[in-house]
């Protein structure tokens, strides 16, 4: 289970947690393993539409089911 607090809510109620590898290598040459929640953290913008795609895909499965 992921770290978050949302494995909380899993536990009450069907749900989904994933990981989207979203920062942005190419703009920090030095140190590109700054963390999620740090103040330093650049999201690679570019991952969004990956991630609208894969639950758009999530969604259509389910409403055809």
Known sequence: MAAEDFSFYL???PG???HLGAPNYFAHFI???IPHHNPKFDLDE?????????WLKI???ALNS
Not at 46 to 54: K, W, Y
């Open 11 to 13: 536990e009450k109620v």
């Open 16 to 18: 989904h947690f994933c």
């Open 31 to 33: 140190d590109n393993e």
């Open 46 to 54: 570019r991952s969004l539409s990956i991630g609208v795609a894969i």
């Open 59 to 61: 969604v259509e499965r």
